[in-house]
Nanobody
Framework: QVQVAESGGGLVQPGGSLRLSCAVS????????IAWYRQSPGKPREFVAR???????QYAGSVEGRFTISRDNPKSTAYLQMNSLKPEDTATYYC??????WGQGTLVIVSE
């Protein structure tokens, strides 16, 4: 059974940082792309970042230069380092492993 578990969300002030984790079990992540998406209330889910199995990275324009995606295959975990956070980054962040496996999400709130 495949399990995808995001963690690391929370409340942070504007300009602050958070690191999200995506822990995966039941499937080998080494042969799969991993992506982060986010969804704010009333809005569709949107792409944030992707890291390929050969570690090529891609970012949404709104987070480029502030967020960094990485992966640790032996730990079966991916990360999203988020710096210089803005209120508009407030959302539930989801991890997608390959094209099939979603986690339940972790909530990030950027507010004073």
């Amino acid at each position: 059974q495949v399990q995808v578990a995001e963690s690391g969300g929370g409340l942070v002030q504007p300009g602050g940082s958070l690191r999200l984790s995506c822990a995966v079990s039941g499937v080998a992540i080494s042969v799969r792309d991993i992506a982060w998406y986010r969804q704010s209330p009333g809005k569709p889910r949107e792409f944030v970042a992707r890291i390929s199995r050969v570690r090529n990275t891609q970012y949404a324009g709104s987070v480029e230069g502030r967020f960094t995606i990485s992966r640790d295959n032996p730990k079966s975990t991916a990360y999203l380092q988020m710096n210089s956070l803005k209120p508009e980054d407030t959302a539930t962040y989801y991890c997608l492993v390959g094209s099939d496996y979603w986690g339940q999400g972790t909530l990030v709130i950027v507010s004073e």
